[in-house]
């Protein structure tokens, strides 16, 4: 017979973040107004660490800089991911070579050993996640059985997460 483990809701949430390409990377810029971006997650271990390449003279990286507090939001048609931490810039060749690839050299042509381009490393400290399975044909379904049956909707898994 097979062996089934449960996985906890800190493994939960990075497993389900691992699998969305493209996050909104949120910072507060000088006005204390949220700002937020698409941006691609290349990393995310097994602790909460996500990493990013950016542009050093990006509007993103300032914020940071004066500010480290960010969000990151991930989202797929059946996921949702939302991730509260610190922020830093680091200069790192060794792991800007590790996490280059072709898209991010669409941004920054020069490659990995450009001066402009740099690290932003995200340790989340908590988060939330929803979770549907069966995508949204099961969504629906679930709709549908709360409007027939006058029953509260069941929207699948759903935890809050304390990362660090």
């Known amino acids: 017979m097979a062996e089934t483990t449960e996985q906890n809701p800190e493994q939960r949430i990075i497993e389900l973040a ?16 949220l700002v937020s971006r698409p941006m691609s997650p290349l990393e995310i271990d097994d602790v909460g660490t996500l990493w990013f390449i950016a542009e050093r003279d990006s509007r993103d990286v300032q914020e940071i800089t004066v500010n480290p507090n960010v969000g990151v939001t991930l989202t797929s048609g059946s996921s949702y991911v939302s991730l509260a931490g610190t922020a830093e810039i680091v200069d790192d060749s060794a792991k800007m070579h590790d ?20 690290l932003i490393r995200v340790d989340a400290h908590s988060g939330e996640y929803w ?19 006058g029953t509260r909707y069941d929207g699948g898994e759903n935890e809050q997460v304390d990362l660090g």
């Open 18 to 33: 691992r699998k969305i390409p493209i996050s909104m990377l949120t910072t507060v810029d000088g006005e204390g107004k």
């Open 131 to 149: 979770d549907t399975p069966g995508g949204r044909v099961a969504t629906v379904i679930s709709f549908v059985k709360a409007k027939v049956t």
């Open 99 to 118: 996490l280059w690839n072709a898209a991010v050299e669409a941004w920054l042509p020069d490659g990995p050993d450009s001066p402009e381009a740099t």
